[in-house]
């Protein structure tokens, strides 16, 4: 992340030095909600559920579907039946 923004892996951290924001926090955070937005775009329909997730660095399905469900309050293959398979 630090090398994509031309900044060093000590300022990438200074950044998130505040109290309630941790770097790992915001990348927690922000992977669920990676996925939950490709999941719901229907030009990644034929992606499976698994290739998105591995897309956003979730290496093990059940943790991915642990830590979607917690997030969203329901499995990834709801939410996107949810959103992709309703009129």
């Known amino acids: ?5 031309h900044i060093s892996v000590r300022y990438l951290h200074l950044l998130f030095q505040r109290p309630e924001t ?8 922000r992977r669920p909600e990676n996925c939950r937005a490709d999941l719901a775009d229907p030009r990644l ?5 698994q290739d998105i997730a ?6 093990h ?3 991915f579907s642990r830590s979607f469900r917690r997030a969203y309050g329901m499995s ?3 939410h996107r039946h949810s959103v992709l398979d309703s009129p």
């Open 76 to 78: 990834p293959k709801d």
């Open 61 to 63: 399905a059940t943790d």
């Open 45 to 49: 329909r034929a992606h499976s559920i």
């Open 22 to 29: 941790t770097l790992m926090a915001w990348i927690r955070q």
């Open 1 to 5: 992340m630090a090398a994509h923004h």
């Open 54 to 59: 591995a897309r956003w660095e979730f290496t």
